[in-house]
């Protein structure tokens, strides 16, 4: 009985520096879920500051197009320079462009890769938030084991103490018999030696009456 009592104390134990690696590790995910939603909002707001940026470079290069495109318009003379112009607004429309998706492609991949992250983060912390009630669930019953083994331990303790004090009670009793049995033993032997002298001496007496007795039918 004590080694089980003494096995569940461990096994509490165990389950307790257990529960707190876990809530340590429950921690840990929840600061790791935080900074990731903090990256996801700063990278967000980044998207949006550079789109921002990119529109406004774009629509400042598109006015110094159309300026540069009013002034050779007005100079009839020169066709050819209007086309360079328009061309070169193509060109650099197009590379705006494709300047602006590439850039969005990129902040859309790492949005999901931290996407992603977040969530594996969360399906972990979820995990372990299970697995820590799990483990609150098997330390309650595990406590209420053992104080019901502690109460029913206390008990037989008690009963172990009540049966030693009555038993040497009994011992100390027997003991106390035995030496007055010993007592009485040794003054019975006593008082029979003394009888066997006694008849003894009577015994004598009683031949030599009858040793006279005897002598004198004898000479009678």
Request: with cysteine.
């Amino acid at each position: 009985m004590r080694g089980c009592f003494t096995w569940d104390i461990c096994s509490g134990q165990w389950a307790e520096q257990t529960l707190k690696a876990f809530k340590k590790d429950v921690d840990d995910a929840t600061m790791v879920r935080l900074d990731l939603e903090k990256k996801v909002e700063s990278l967000l707001d980044e998207i949006n500051f550079m789109r921002k940026v990119h529109e406004e470079e774009v629509a400042e290069l598109m006015n110094m197009i159309q300026a540069a495109q009013v002034s050779v318009e007005m100079e009839v003379s020169k066709p050819d320079l209007t086309s360079a112009l328009k061309e070169i607004r193509g060109q650099y429309e197009s590379m705006a462009s494709k300047n602006l998706q590439s850039a969005e492609e990129w902040y859309k991949s790492k949005f999901v890769d931290l996407n992603e992250q977040a969530t594996r983060s969360q399906e972990a912390m979820r995990a372990s938030r299970e697995e820590l009630n799990e483990f609150r669930r098997q330390l309650q019953s595990k406590t209420i084991e053992i104080e019901s083994l502690r109460g029913t331990n206390e008990s037989l303790e008690r009963q172990l103490n009540d049966m030693e004090e009555r038993h040497n009670h009994e011992i100390g009793q027997y003991q106390d018999n035995m030496a007055e049995l010993d007592n009485d033993l040794r003054t019975t032997k006593s008082e029979m030696a003394r009888h066997l002298r006694e008849y003894q001496d009577l015994l004598n007496v009683k031949m030599a009456l009858d040793i006279e007795i005897a002598a004198y039918r004898y000479l009678i």
